[in-house]
């Protein structure tokens, strides 16, 4: 009998809450050696814990803070390793915030770029040197419908969601030819601790909108092994987002209104 193959290895940021955990417990059922990357080390910790001795799967725990310099840079020096490459990322932090542009201070919105925007930029373009030269990778960037179209007056969030689905579809034409691919994955609303960090009231919201994060994963798993590079699950979504992609720009904004309690 052969060898068996060596177990891939997933690296998971924002992996201690919502679709992070998610993702880590998915794949972990799954057989991957995880690399869970937070900002928490006791709740990380906790975590891989639960997760080891659950599956049996070796999992590493890297706290860092993705919003700043050192934290990123360490992030991507554990993807460039050689010795214990990264075969799948999952670029899942993120944040949002409960103002409008004019009423956020600048250290926020900077904040803001630096994790949803400068991060999945950085650690995509660490990680893909190795998954190209092995002929075979996948990254997951956790975009956003938001996106797709100015959804809130006043918010950045959408803007930087839009760079992230943008940014995914243009480096997986580049690498897909190569054995690599890179898919945007475009949630609405899913309950995770997201909306509670960012301060923003969902009461108003209709159940019917909101989603699983265990679903929010299997449909995005789903579609990266179908070869698609942007996911958008379940049907509420795909028809809302195909609406705001093809809806005269003007009727988006009427749409989006004023900001109201973002205020």
């Given at each position: ?85 990264v075969d799948l990322l999952v670029n899942n932090a993120g944040i949002g915030l409960n103002r409008s542009f004019r009423r956020t201070d600048e250290a926020d919105e900077l904040r803001l770029l630096r994790l949803n925007v400068e991060a999945v930029l950085r650690l995509t373009h660490a990680v893909l ?135």
């Open positions: 009998m052969g060898d068996k193959p060596a177990p891939r290895t997933a690296l998971v940021t924002g992996a201690t809450a919502g679709l992070g955990a998610s993702f880590a417990r998915r794949l972990a059922a799954d057989g991957y050696r995880l690399v869970l990357v937070a900002r928490d080390r006791q709740r990380l910790t906790t975590l891989a814990d639960e997760l080891a001795d659950r599956h049996g799967v070796t999992v590493e725990v890297l706290d860092a803070d993705l919003a700043t310099d050192g934290g990123v840079t360490a992030v991507a020096d554990r993807l460039r390793s050689v010795d214990a490459p040197p190795g998954m190209v030269q092995r002929r075979q990778g996948r990254v997951i960037n956790v975009s956003s419908v938001a996106g797709f179209g100015p959804l809130a007056a006043g918010s950045t969030y959408s803007a930087s969601k839009a760079w992230v689905t943008n940014f995914s579809e243009s480096i997986d034409m580049s690498v897909r030819h190569l054995g690599v691919r890179v898919m945007a994955l475009c949630p609405g609303y899913v309950r995770t601790e997201f909306h509670e960090r960012a301060g923003i009231r969902t009461s108003g919201s209709p159940t019917w909108l909101w989603l699983r994060a265990d679903d929010v994963v299997a449909d995005g798993l789903r579609d990266l092994a179908r070869g698609r590079a942007v996911s958008v699950p379940d049907w509420r979504y795909k028809t809302l987002a195909t609406v705001v992609r093809h809806a005269p720009h003007g009727l988006l904004r009427l749409a989006a209104g004023r900001p109201k309690s973002r205020e």
